[in-house]
C-alpha cells in the first residue's frame, strides 16, 4: 500500500533551521506531485510548498516564501523540505502529501488539500522564542 513517511521534526529555537523528509512507498513517485502542508494549534491546515513530479517546478506559501525551499529526490523518493530563520509561529504539525499529475502537466503542482491523493502522518515542530 501507498505510504509517506515524514520525519525531521522536533524541538528547535526561533532562528534555527530543519529539513523535513518525506519518503515514499508503494507509488510510482515521479508520476506524483508532492506538497506540505501544516496545521498549527487551533488552526485550519495550510499549504506550504509544492513541488512538480520532476521537480523542475516549485511553489511556496508567500507567507513562507524565502524562508521554506522544497526539493525532491526521485532516485530516492523523497522530498524535502528546508526551513531557515524558524519562527515561533512555524510552530505545527507538518504533513507532506502526493498528488496524481498526468504526463502532459509534468510541471504541475497543486496547492487545494482535496487534490491530493495520499497523506503522511505528519511530523511535529516545536519552536520556542
Known amino acids: 500500500q501507498v505510504q509517506l513517511v515524514e520525519s525531521g521534526g522536533g524541538l528547535v529555537q526561533a532562528g534555527g533551521s530543519l529539513r523535513f523528509s518525506c519518503a515514499a512507498s508503494?507509488?510510482?513517485?515521479?508520476?506524483?506531485?508532492v506538497g506540505w502542508f501544516r496545521q498549527a494549534p487551533g488552526k485550519e491546515r495550510e499549504f506550504v510548498a509544492a513541488?512538480?513530479?520532476?521537480?523542475?517546478?516549485?511553489y511556496v506559501a508567500d507567507s513562507v516564501k524565502g524562508r521554506f525551499t522544497i526539493s525532491r529526490d526521485n532516485a530516492k523518493n523523497t522530498v524535502y523540505l528546508q526551513i531557515n530563520s524558524l519562527k515561533p509561529e512555524d510552530t505545527a504539525v507538518y504533513y507532506c502529501?502526493?498528488?496524481?499529475?498526468?504526463?502532459?502537466?509534468?510541471?504541475?503542482?497543486?496547492?487545494?488539500?482535496?487534490?491530493?491523493?495520499?497523506w503522511g502522518q505528519g511530523t511535529q515542530v516545536t519552536v520556542s522564542s
Open positions: 502529501a502526493a498528488a496524481w499529475i498526468p504526463s502532459y502537466n509534468i510541471n504541475g503542482y497543486y496547492t487545494e488539500q482535496y487534490k491530493y491523493n495520499y
Open positions: 508503494g507509488l510510482t513517485f515521479s508520476n506524483y506531485a
Open positions: 513541488i512538480s513530479r520532476t521537480g523542475g517546478s516549485t
